[in-house]
């Protein structure tokens, strides 16, 4: 396959494999509860996350391998569907890759017509198949988690024993409580017990990328609005091959996300590529 193609289909899947930032909502600022304690309101937020339906982000940080990132992206929980628009340090003169995900097919691409590539733009990964697993270690097409939603690792902060209150600032002119706390990977396991089995799965498979990335401890920042809303999320640890440190804004929420497959004649199916070296 064609390294530039293969090159820009990691990073991007990497990228959307830390959008795992957290709950959101756009809803109106106000006063934190006086009352309220910064691990109460945590909770309180996280449980909110069971609402979301579709979000609309955008992330900013660095990732390992990929170095910085810069992506923007919407996001259907049902049916599952991903659009997303990013840069990564390491695409040299590919450009902004572009990634969906629609249908249990992932699309990476959207550049100039590539020849080796037999003219095609696209390159299409079937996200269930075997082949969707010839990434390096840690790469998220080998589980599937390249359509991860973004807000199931929000609740991974009320594991934390120390969750304090940074202070009062304001995101996307939004009034919000900023939060800070930082969790091992382990004892977020051991929180896992009391959720039900599909979300004990999903954040079980979080937790095993992050080992993957050789990340133990992650260090978490939350913005929360006065709706109990995270407006902005934070998640940094240290990796084995670079620094993770990655910000998600939450731009909107709920509202209609339409993805659709690039044309099929702009489209190279990666189960053929294979098929066709094997053949050789």
């Known amino acids: 396959m064609h390294t530039s193609v293969r090159r820009g289909a990691t990073g991007a899947a990497l990228a959307a494999l830390v959008l795992g930032g957290g709950a959101v909502a756009c809803s109106k600022g106000a006063d934190e509860s006086p009352e309220m304690t910064p691990a109460a309101a945590v909770a309180k937020a996280a449980k909110n996350t069971e609402d979301i339906t579709s979000l609309h982000y955008r992330m900013t940080g660095k990732v390992p391998e990929s170095g910085k990132v810069a992506a923007e992206a919407s996001m259907s929980m049902k ?3 991903m659009s997303m628009k990013m840069t990564a340090a390491n695409s040299g003169d ?9 249908d249990g097919a992932m699309y990476v691409g959207g550049g100039k017509p590539d020849p080796e590539m037999g003219g095609k733009s696209w390159i299409k990964f079937d996200m269930s198949a075997p082949e969707a697993g010839t990434g390096s270690e840690g ?4 589980d599937g988690q390249a359509d991860r939603n973004p807000a199931a690792e929000s609740t991974f902060l009320t594991g934390s024993k120390n969750v304090k209150k940074v202070g009062t600032e304001t995101v996307q002119g939004v009034k919000t409580t900023h939060y800070k706390g930082s969790v091992t990977l382990d004892s977020l ?6 959720e039900d089995k599909a979300v004990r799965e999903q954040r079980e ?3 095993e990328q992050y080992e993957k990335m050789g990340v133990d401890t992650l260090t978490m920042d939350t913005w929360i609005d006065g709706g109990d809303r995270t407006r902005q999320f934070r998640l940094r640890g240290t990796a084995d ?6 910000t998600i804004t939450f731009l909107d929420y709920n509202k209609p996300v339409t993805v659709k497959a690039p044309p099929a004649k702009d489209t190279a199916d990666l189960a053929e590529i294979i098929k066709g070296a094997q053949e050789e």
């Open 189 to 194: 396991r051991k929180t896992l017990k009391g």
């Open 241 to 246: 091959k670079g620094p993770l440190d990655v």
């Open 139 to 142: 790469d998220p097409f080998a």
């Open 94 to 102: 590919d450009g902004p890759v572009e990634m969906r995900v629609v």
């Open 79 to 81: 049916p599952p569907a």
């Open 205 to 207: 498979k979080s937790l």
